[in-house]
């Protein structure tokens, strides 16, 4: 998946391998070029922060079409949450998807998600950390500036990170 990134604002961006996404005053951001992964997934990925204190991974992807999305996001509210957002309204850092771990800098963490019928689940490391049913629940984007990212796109917050090997494969 390299090359096809769309820059959505933010630090600086280099859609080379790896892709490095600069610090921003916020948010910085890309978007998939090319058609999203549509359920069933399976998605993988390697990050690392470079520098900063925020996520330094957000995965937003398609959950059940490419307009109903959610952001996986990995190392958020002050470095260590990991979670789901949105889920029934509630962010990553307040539903049952919320974990708490700590994150390294300069430290590569290999991401796996999985989209698989009404489930999501997420390994770290090869550590399973989020296994939720969504059936019968509210799926939506946190409102602001991580729509841009939809239907499927990475971004970091406040913080420098580098991401390499993104790649998925249809479950069908």
Known sequence: MRGQWEGMGGGEIDSGE???????????????????????????????????????????FPVRTPEECVTLVVGG???GTVGISSIDGKDA?????????AFETDVWYAIRLLRNGERIETWIDGEKIIDVDTKGK???????????????GLATW???????NVRWRGLD
């Open 18 to 60: 790896p892709l490095r996404l600069g610090w921003g005053e916020t948010m910085t951001a890309v978007r998939w070029k090319g058609a999203p992964p549509s359920p069933p997934f399976e998605l993988e990925l390697m990050a690392k922060r470079i520098d900063g204190t925020d996520f330094f991974c957000a995965v937003t």
């Open 77 to 79: 509210w002050g470095g």
């Open 93 to 101: 850092s307040e539903n049952e998807t919320t974990f708490h771990r």
């Open 138 to 152: 509210i799926l939506a984007l946190r409102p602001g500036p991580i729509e841009d990212c939809a239907p499927f």
């Open 158 to 164: 406040q913080t420098t990170a580098l991401i390499r």
